[in-house]
């Protein structure tokens, strides 16, 4: 092994290591519902979080899942953001972008459960990837308007072309770099906004901070990956700072950001 992927190697160790470490921590300081006590969160986390029902739409997001894992078709990757956690290659084959890099079942069906409860009209996705997230939401609420945007031309490509094939029109896929597109953004406003395509402290930093003039009362922020890295921690621990933010949940891979006026700063750790 030459000193470079020496390097390399060390860097992936030390952040998996950080991360059950993180785990570890979350899990000891964590709670479930009977540690809330605002009435808006603990329905939101009962009811939605929570919620055990078997949705139909469950078994189109597992079909779609299905049908990337068993796709023969390699894109050329253009990578803006920090990286697949495992994927190094410029050409990815989908059946591993899929397994590597998009959002889990687990993940897709909350987005699902929490765009039917809050009835998102206006989403923005900072990183479409194959779109499983961005499909999730648009089962959520046909009638939703998303914005999806992705840094990678043949990512962005491809999720559209899918989307084509099942007949979901409420999605636009918008394709480039997140600080050249947030600014050009048409809506005054959104419902929800999902923070996954760079897993960066100053990035991520950025990126919050510019889409605050995008907030009203009853927006929310979520934020993948928030124990990443040692970076993304901080950049989460930042935004939980932030004047503007009121309540904040960390449920370990998703963190929760709102701004009801008429919320008691708060953080919770809810497991799922």
């Not at 796709?71 to 899929?98: A, F, P, Q, W």
């Not at 992705?150 to 636009?172: M, R, V």
């Not at 600080?179 to 100053?202: E, V, Y």
Request: hydrophobic share 35%.
């Amino acid at each position: 092994m030459n000193r470079k992927n020496l390097k390399k190697y060390i860097l992936i160790v030390n952040k998996k290591v950080y991360q059950i470490i993180a785990y570890i921590k979350f899990l000891i300081n964590s709670t479930n519902q009977h540690g809330v006590h605002s009435p808006f969160i603990y329905n939101f986390v009962t009811k939605c979080l929570y919620d055990n029902v078997k949705y139909t739409a469950y078994s189109k997001l597992k079909a779609y899942r299905n049908h990337l894992k068993n796709s023969k078709t390699v894109i050329e990757i253009t990578d803006l953001g920090e990286g697949s956690k495992t994927l190094n290659s410029k050409k990815r084959s989908v059946s591993k972008m899929i397994q590597a890099s998009s959002s889990t079942e687990k993940e897709s069906k909350l987005l699902f459960r929490i765009t039917q409860y809050f009835n998102f009209k206006s989403v923005l996705e900072l990183g479409t990837s194959l779109g499983m997230g961005t499909y999730a939401i648009a089962l959520g609420n046909k009638f939703s308007n998303i914005s999806t945007i992705e840094g990678c031309p043949n990512t962005s490509d491809y999720a559209k072309s899918k989307f084509q094939d099942l007949n979901i029109q409420n999605a636009a896929f918008i394709k480039g770099d997140f600080t050249s597109i947030i600014p050009t953004l048409q809506d005054r406003d959104f419902d929800f906004i999902i923070f996954d395509g760079h897993h960066n402290k100053a990035a991520t930093i950025q990126y919050f901070e510019s889409l605050l003039s995008k907030v009203h009362n009853e927006t929310i922020f979520v934020f993948d990956d928030i124990y990443w890295s040692k970076g993304m921690t901080e950049a989460w621990e930042y935004i939980k700072a932030h004047n503007i933010v009121t309540v904040t949940i960390d449920c370990f891979h998703l963190g929760f950001v709102f701004f009801r006026k008429e919320q008691v700063k708060e953080h919770f750790k809810i497991r799922l």
